[in-house]
């Protein structure tokens, strides 16, 4: 499923809050980018038209809708594109970014180390 950065935006607030109008849904991106109420409504009726949320139930005159993808179901979609977008097709260079620009605590680098072993005994 292709998705706009827009979308995405949008969907991330759905999985935050679960169920929710799309009143709601502008009011909460108002709070980073302001946007018409329109905009968001569009964005809203999209992501119902990919099957990425439908309705569940009204709030009022307002259509409830439900999130219908996990952000796991998305991922394996969304990271190659980004990896090529971003970083020239090169996941190493992704990494790398993350592990310098973040604040790793031991308890995460000795995760990563870990995971990485397991990953190369698996390829072994």
């Known amino acids: 499923m292709?998705?706009?950065d827009f979308?995405?935006?949008v969907l991330q607030l759905f999985w935050q809050?679960?169920?929710c109008s799309a009143k709601q849904i502008h009011e909460w991106v108002c709070e980073t980018k302001p946007s018409a109420y329109t905009t968001v409504k569009t964005?809203?009726?999209r992501l119902e038209d990919k099957g990425a949320i439908k309705r569940v139930g009204k709030d009022g005159?307002?259509?409830v809708f439900q999130t219908q993808i996990s952000k796991d179901d998305l991922t394996p979609s969304i990271l190659p594109s980004f990896v090529k977008r971003f970083f020239a097709g090169n996941a190493s260079s992704l990494i790398t970014h993350?592990?310098?620009d973040e604040k790793l605590s031991d308890d995460?680098?000795?995760?990563?180390e870990n995971y990485l072993a397991k990953k190369k005994k698996s390829k072994s």
């Open 2 to 4: 292709k998705l706009s």
């Open 7 to 9: 979308e995405l935006d």
């Open 17 to 19: 809050h679960g169920d």
């Open 43 to 45: 964005i809203v009726d």
């Open 61 to 63: 005159r307002a259509f």
């Open 98 to 100: 993350l592990i310098d």
């Open 108 to 112: 995460e680098l000795e995760y990563l």
